[in-house]
Every structure is written in C-alpha cells, then in structure tokens.
C-alpha cells in the first residue's frame, strides 16, 4: 500500500512560481513512474508531468513544457514539481499519483494509476 501527501500549493500572482512535493511511503520496488495531474473546476483531470521512477525519464503536457519541471528523489520517496512563469490557467487542484500500470505510455492516465494524493490547490491570479 502507497500513500502520497501533497504539499506547495497556494496563490501566487502570474508570472510566478511554485513547487509542488509529494511524499510517498510504502514499497517502490516495482513502480514503473509517478505522475502530476490536475484538475479545475468542471473539467476533466487532466495530464500535466509524469517521471519514470528507475531511469527519471520525464514527459509533460505541451501546456506546461517549458515551464514545468519534475523531479524525483529516490532515495526520499519523493517527487517534486517546479512550476514557473505561472499562467491564471493553470489555476486547479494538483494531485500527485504513483504506480501506474506498467507499459509504455500507461501515466498519462488517470485510470492506470493505483494511488492518489489528496490533492493540493494552485491559484494563479492575472
């Protein structure tokens, strides 16, 4: 069993900057990546970054490519993400998730994912 706290989350102008962690405890042995998603009010969770856990392959939305940037620490059981030059769109709640299903192309899902933080709030204001 794995379980993720958030935590970075606020109000900043845009422009700005956040960092974003998530701690994660329980087994890593066999998890294929982690990932960042996020949701705002009446839309769909949606992609933002995600990290291969073994190797730190990393892969981003094209919303955030370029601004973002995530990171792991394996030998914390963490992940982090940098988020710079902060648009009022990316105004949501931000989950980090871990243990998606093991095949290429598998965390850009949120149905492949096995667990989920509580998630954590990101106000960017114009």
């Known amino acids: 069993q794995v379980q993720l706290v958030e935590s970075g989350g606020g109000w900043v102008q845009a422009g700005g900057s956040l960092r974003l962690s998530c701690a994660a405890s329980?087994?890593?042995?066999?998890?294929?990546?982690m990932g960042w998603f996020r949701q705002a009010p009446g839309k769909e969770r949606e992609f933002v970054a995600a990290?291969?856990?073994?190797?730190?392959?990393?892969d981003y939305a094209a919303s955030v490519k370029g601004r973002f940037t995530i990171s792991r620490d394996t030998a914390k059981n963490t992940m982090s993400l940098q988020m710079n030059s902060l648009k009022p769109e990316d105004t949501a709640v931000y989950y980090c998730?871990?243990?998606?299903?093991?095949?290429?192309?598998?965390?850009?899902?949120?149905?492949?994912?096995?667990?989920w933080g509580q998630g954590t709030q990101v106000t960017v204001s114009s």
């Open positions: 998730a871990s243990d998606p299903k093991f095949y290429s192309g598998s965390y850009y899902y949120p149905v492949n994912y096995d667990y």
């Open positions: 329980g087994p890593t042995f066999s998890r294929y990546a």
């Open positions: 990290i291969t856990w073994s190797a730190g392959i990393t």
